[in-house]
């Protein structure tokens, strides 16, 4: 398979992201939301799913209040260009491949970029081990401009400083 596509994210997310996981190994589902800085192809900064999210072992909705919050401490420390870029969650059954329902989340996070940023591309990380060490499998799902076909790919993951 060519993975033309590189998902760049910071290895301080990485880190959170890994943090996140080892404090919920109960066999659920578990993730967050993943923002950027706006203009930049980099991943930044990852949430966890929140105090109140419901989580089974094939579901998981994040608590939006905690998101809102966590977005607003980002943006007061690093200003407005601060935006949600994509999320992440953990497969407890080691499933690599994005779920229908994942697909349906992923065109809805687009949908909202395309709103607040005008365009763009939504990214999905799927993590299928929870050792120090998550094995992280990257998607994009974007719109092409012309059809205006939405497509959601695999592309190579990448942890930068
Ligand atoms: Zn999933």
């Known amino acids: 398979m060519d993975l033309q596509i590189a998902v ?3 290895s301080g997310a990485v880190a959170r992201i890994s943090a996140e996981l080892r404090d919920c190994l109960d066999g659920n589902e578990s993730g967050g939301y993943l923002f950027a800085l706006r203009g930049e192809d980099k991943l930044m900064w990852a949430s966890g799913a929140g105090p109140n999210a419901a989580r089974s072992k094939s579901a998981l909705t994040i608590d939006r209040e905690y998101v809102r919050t966590f977005e607003l401490y980002l943006r007061a ?7 949600l870029a994509g999320r992440w969650h953990f497969h407890p ?3 690599v491949e ?3 329902t994942d697909c349906e989340g ?3 996070g687009l949908e909202l970029i395309e709103f607040e940023h005008d365009g763009g591309a939504w990214l999905d990380l799927v ?6 060490y998550p ?3 990257a998607y994009v799902t974007s719109r092409d401009p012309i059809s205006r076909r ?6 190579k993951f990448e942890e930068v400083d």
Not at 77 to 83: F, L, M, N
């Open 8 to 10: 760049r994210v910071s």
């Open 150 to 155: 939405i497509t959601h790919e695999p592309a």
């Open 93 to 95: 059954s080691g499933t």
């Open 127 to 132: 993590l299928t081990s929870s050792t120090d």
């Open 98 to 100: 994005m779920s229908d």
């Open 106 to 108: 992923a065109v809805a």
């Open 135 to 137: 094995e992280i499998h």
């Open 77 to 83: 420390q690093w200003g407005e260009d601060v935006g």
